[in-house]
């Protein structure tokens, strides 16, 4: 299968999750990211206590405006934002890829990656895993994804039991594989997934 086939199998995908949008939850509405998000988006994602697990220190507000730039640009994900009374708390992120394949066989099957990150205001209500459970669905159902993985460091527990809520099964662990802020201890990183409906096509 060449790389053109691919990615048309990887655009159907974010296509339908783009098209499906916006959806409202039971407590928030769920759309895709605008460039008018980047104040709401720097109140959370500038904020120590909620990147200490993503992989990067807190953001300015011009590296927000980057970031979001980005993510409007990529054209193999979808972000989508969660709106509680017309204010944006968290954001939910799916990046699309073509499901590995041993030559000689080949698949149209899509694989997705998850990550989500929330307003500390908004801990421990329940808006993550509505949000995050409401994108996951669309993904594996009208979507058709195979599988979706994500990745959590050992001391992100919140994150992990997130995980676990939403029907994820940690596959393993990369011991010791990076680092810490600290410079001084090694995090584990966690390795979930979480598969679809069994596969009908190759």
Same mark, same amino acid.
């Given at each position: 299968?060449?790389?053109?086939?691919? /990615?048309?199998?990887?655009?159907?995908?974010?296509?339908? !999750?783009? /098209? &499906?949008?916006?959806?409202?939850? =039971? *407590?928030?509405? !769920?759309?895709?990211?605008?460039?008018?998000?980047?104040?709401?988006?720097?109140?959370? *994602?500038?904020? %120590?206590?909620?990147?200490?697990?993503?992989?990067?220190?807190?953001? /300015?507000?011009?590296?927000?405006?980057?970031?979001?730039?980005?993510?409007?640009?990529?054209?193999?994900?979808?972000?989508?934002?969660?709106?509680?009374?017309?204010?944006?708390?968290?954001?939910?992120?799916?990046?699309?890829? %073509?499901?590995?394949?041993?030559?000689?066989?080949?698949?149209?099957?899509?694989? &997705?990656?998850?990550?989500?990150?929330?307003?500390? &205001?908004?801990?421990?209500? =329940?808006?993550?895993?509505? /949000?995050?459970?409401?994108?996951?669905?669309?993904?594996?159902? %009208?979507?058709?994804?195979? +599988?979706?993985?994500?990745?959590?460091?050992?001391?992100?527990? &919140?994150?992990? +039991?997130?995980?676990?809520?939403?029907?994820?099964?940690?596959?393993?662990?990369?011991?010791?594989?990076?680092?810490? %802020?600290?410079?001084?201890?090694?995090?584990?990183?966690?390795?979930?997934?979480? !598969?679809?409906?069994?596969?009908?096509?190759?």
């Amino acid at each position: 299968m060449n790389s053109a086939e691919r /990615s048309e199998d990887v655009d159907r995908v974010v296509s339908m !999750l783009r /098209s &499906a949008l916006p959806v409202t939850t =039971g *407590r928030c509405v !769920l759309r895709e990211v605008r460039v008018g998000d980047v104040e709401a988006v720097h109140a959370y *994602r500038g904020l %120590p206590e909620v990147t200490r697990y993503l992989g990067h220190p807190p953001l /300015s507000r011009e590296q927000v405006a980057e970031l979001v730039a980005g993510w409007r640009r990529d054209r193999a994900a979808v972000t989508v934002v969660c709106e509680q009374d017309g204010q944006v708390v968290g954001d939910v992120r799916v990046w699309c890829r %073509p499901s590995a394949a041993m030559r000689p066989a080949t698949t149209r099957h899509v694989d &997705a990656g998850l990550g989500y990150a929330f307003h500390p &205001a908004v801990h421990g209500q =329940g808006l993550a895993t509505e /949000s995050a459970g409401t994108v996951l669905e669309l993904v594996l159902g %009208p979507g058709g994804v195979r +599988r979706v993985t994500a990745r959590v460091f050992a001391p992100a527990t &919140a994150s992990a +039991r997130l995980l676990a809520r939403l029907g994820f099964t940690q596959d393993g662990c990369d011991r010791a594989a990076v680092l810490a %802020p600290d410079g001084l201890s090694w995090w584990d990183d966690q390795l979930w997934s979480r !598969l679809g409906a069994p596969a009908r096509m190759p």
